[in-house]
Structures are given as structure tokens and as C-alpha cells.
Nanobody, 127 residues
Framework: QLQLVESGGGLVQPGGSLTLSCTASGFTLAYYAIGWFRQAPGKEREGVSCISRNTGSTDYANSVKGRFTIYRDNAKNTVYLHMNSLKPEDTATYYC????????????????????WGKGTLVTVSL
């Protein structure tokens, strides 16, 4: 069964840190660009970060640039999103996604064609 599974969400205080994991089963993540997206209640889904499949080139939404870092560990078939200096407005369900149908040397959080979605992990930033 081909699937992505997110983990690492939870409750964190403002200014804190979390690292989310996205692990694939049934396929090899190294052959895909991987993106992290989030959706807060009542809001549209937002692209947060992505990492390309060939070069490891990354892209970030302006709202998280300088605070979030995406990286992959191909040996573990996992991509991570390390989040620092978390703010209440970062509260959302975070989803990872994989795609292989666009340029393999770069990626964009605003242009993607997803093959697989995970089911999400909830991040709550609150006192």
C-alpha cells in the first residue's frame, strides 16, 4: 500500500519548536519532491515548504521563511520539517505530499501536482 504518514505534531508554547516527520511506505521518497502544507480551521490550504527530488533545492512560504527548515533522510525514506519560533498563527493540521511530475531540480510551494497526500498531523501553538 502506497502511503505517506506524518508524525510529530502536538501542543507547543509560542516560541517553541517541533519537528514533523513524513515517512513513505510502498515507494521511495528520494524519487519525489516532497512538500509540507497546512490548513487551519476556516482557512484555505497553504503551501509551507518543499524540497526537490534531484538537487534538494527548497522553497518556503514567506510566513515561515527563516523559522522552518525542510530536509530529507533518504536512508530513512523520511522528510522532516523542523519548526522554530512557533507562533499561534502556525496552528494548523500539517500535511505532507509527494509529486514527481514537475521539474526535478527545483520545487515551489505554489506550483505542484501531487501524487500522494498524507492524512495530516495537528500542530497547536498555544499557552
Amino acid at each position: 500500500q502506497l502511503q505517506l504518514v506524518e508524525s510529530g505534531g502536538g501542543l507547543v508554547q509560542p516560541g517553541g519548536s517541533l519537528t514533523l516527520s513524513c515517512t513513505a511506505s510502498g515507494f521511495t521518497l528520494a524519487y519525489y519532491a516532497i512538500g509540507w502544507f497546512r490548513q487551519a480551521p476556516g482557512k484555505e490550504r497553504e503551501g509551507v515548504s518543499c524540497i526537490s527530488r534531484n538537487t534538494g533545492s527548497t522553497d518556503y512560504a514567506n510566513s515561515v521563511k527563516g523559522r522552518f527548515t525542510i530536509y530529507r533522510d533518504n536512508a530513512k525514506n523520511t522528510v522532516y520539517l523542523h519548526m522554530n519560533s512557533l507562533k499561534p498563527e502556525d496552528t494548523a493540521t500539517y500535511y505532507c505530499a509527494a509529486w514527481d511530475r514537475l521539474n526535478g531540480n527545483s520545487c515551489s510551494v505554489t506550483r505542484y501536482a501531487v501524487n500522494y497526500w498524507g492524512k495530516g498531523t495537528l500542530v497547536t501553538v498555544s499557552l
